[in-house]
């Protein structure tokens, strides 16, 4: 029997979306061998504040009955310069606020920032951009004086690779998602294996089929 999943996404901006996106459907088709069709709409990738006031609207819409019926919300959000639960948080109450079930709410925070998720299998992301050149593993770092890092970490592993990039690598984000090693980049990153095992937590409860 197909199951058809309707997720409602919210992203910053294209870094996400591609990314995200991209591991998602591998989890979806990996978990359920091709029994699965996947229907996304994406409903905030503009970068900045817009994804809160994107939030709050779609909140309110549900609340009214007005909204698209989804089976969960995806939230991609940027630690950034804060703690992981503050910003966790600042969705909850949101949706707190309409009523809306927490448990259909799945959050990847990346924490700092999403271009860490892109590295943390080196291997994986050559595999990903199809180069030859594997990058260091990246270091943690949590601050505003580094918020930069990631980011040139990115760049710096495109042209080991004789590639460049208009958008900061965003655009190779789904066929890397499909490379990497998820429980070696889970070891690296405990946001990562939060997210994988709270979307897959999610499946089970929704879809026993799943487990």
Not at 86 to 91: I, L, M, R, S
Request: glycine share 8%; charged share 25%; hydrophobic share 40%.
């Amino acid at each position: 029997m197909m199951i058809r999943i309707n997720i409602a996404f919210f992203f910053e901006d294209i870094g996400h979306e591609n990314f995200v996106q991209g591991l998602v459907k591998r989890l979806l088709r990996e978990k359920a061998q091709g029994k699965i069709e996947v229907y996304g709409d994406n409903l905030s990738s503009r970068g900045g504040s817009i994804i809160r006031t994107n939030f709050i609207e779609f909140m309110k819409s549900s609340s009214e009955g007005r909204a698209g019926q989804y089976d969960l919300v995806l939230v991609v959000h940027d630690a950034n310069c804060h703690t992981v639960p503050k910003v966790k948080n600042e969705f909850i109450s949101i949706a707190r606020r309409f009523n809306y079930p927490n448990e259909d709410i799945v959050f990847a925070i990346p924490d700092p920032y999403i271009e860490r998720w892109y590295l943390a299998d080196p291997k994986g992301f050559a595999k990903g951009i199809k180069g030859k050149k594997v990058p260091a593993l990246p270091g943690y770092f949590h601050d505003k004086s580094q918020r930069h890092y990631y980011k040139d970490r990115l760049v710096e592993a495109l042209r080991a690779n004789l590639i460049g990039s208009s958008i900061g690598g965003a655009e190779f984000g789904f066929d890397i998602a499909q490379e990497i090693d998820i429980k070696k980049a889970g070891k690296v990153d405990p946001n990562f294996a939060k997210f994988i095992a709270d979307f897959n937590g999610c499946l089970k409860r929704k879809y026993p089929p799943l487990r």
